[in-house]
């Protein structure tokens, strides 16, 4: 009897705090402009947003140019600018036709400063602390974005 009475309130406990427990959640949107994918990977719980993730994808021809080492020169001022910034994760992956940019931002740890420096264009626009991805959402689909299903 006493097995049971602990098994029942093990179980109890376990569905308690797995119901507790706010998974996180990624919302996508994308903007296809000619030669030009921007896809913004919004990752919140509920409608606190915490983190950004935007990766550019850019043909050279777009650029005015036509090989690989051409873009790397011409990029090589990005990765001055993204560097050192506490919050901010950049990469950029030069494929033979296109840059591939990654732009990870912490929202919980970048300073304001260096977010403004950077000016992306789907921070929010209130507090990073408080950032709502609801408010975030409305801001991208007035730029253009598409959101996902």
Avoid: R, W
């Amino acid at each position: 009897m006493k097995k049971n009475v602990f098994c029942i309130m093990g179980m109890f406990v376990l569905f308690s705090l797995s119901a507790c427990t706010e998974q996180e959640q990624t919302t996508t949107f994308v903007l296809k402009q000619d030669d030009e994918n921007v896809k913004v990977q919004n990752i919140h719980k509920k409608d606190e947003l915490s983190k950004q993730k935007i990766t550019t994808t850019i043909q050279y021809k777009t650029m005015g140019i036509t090989t690989k080492t051409k873009a790397e020169k011409l990029l090589e001022p990005s990765k001055k600018l993204y560097s050192d910034k506490k919050g901010i994760h950049y990469t950029i992956d030069f494929t033979e036709k296109a840059a591939v940019e990654t732009i990870e931002v912490d929202l919980k740890k970048v300073s304001t400063k260096d977010a403004k420096e950077i000016s992306l264009i789907s921070l929010p626009n209130e507090s990073f602390a408080t950032a709502s991805e609801e408010a975030n959402e409305a801001q991208l689909i007035k730029l253009g974005f598409k959101k996902e299903k």
